[in-house]
């Protein structure tokens, strides 16, 4: 191989370590993101080594054994609680700014402890309940 060639090819295993390490491309599986985003779509996100989560912001997190994309709604110390798809906030009433299925979850009062966050997907009209108390370390990307 000529000097052009290896230096090419090392040029595009860099950029793509590079890549490797600062994007986190996913996929979403399941209804629990609609309207904002449907089974099937693709998210190019950022890593986030040490980057503080921001409320309604969306991100993946590590749950177990697989991967979670979902909206964070709670931060640490807060006392949250749902009532028919509405989220509370330390006794306040918060209008999400982007489009929700409400449906008719209803949760009680939990206190998020320190360094955790809730995430719930966009989708409570979904059959199923979930969302998720993650500690920050565990929230691997974040969206654009």
């Not at 090392?10 to 890549?19: E, S, T």
């Not at 709604?73 to 028919?84: A, F, R, T, Y």
């Amino acid at each position: 191989m000529n000097t052009r060639r290896l230096t090419l090819l090392f040029v595009a295993l860099v950029g793509a370590c590079v890549l490797r390490t600062c994007l986190f491309a996913v996929r979403i599986e399941g209804q629990s993101m609609e309207p904002t985003f449907y089974s099937g779509d693709y998210l190019i996100m950022r890593r986030s080594w040490s980057r503080t989560p921001q409320r309604f912001e969306i991100v993946t997190a590590k749950t177990g054994s697989e991967f979670v994309t979902k909206r964070v709604i709670g931060l640490p110390g807060e006392l949250i609680w749902m009532k028919e798809g509405v989220i509370f906030i330390n006794g306040e009433r918060w209008d999400e700014p982007f489009p929700v299925k409400r449906g008719v979850w209803t949760v009680k009062p939990g206190l998020i402890e320190a360094n955790k966050f809730l995430l719930i997907g966009d989708n409570r009209d979904a059959g199923e309940h979930t969302f998720f108390v993650v500690p920050k370390e565990n929230i691997i990307a974040h969206a654009f």
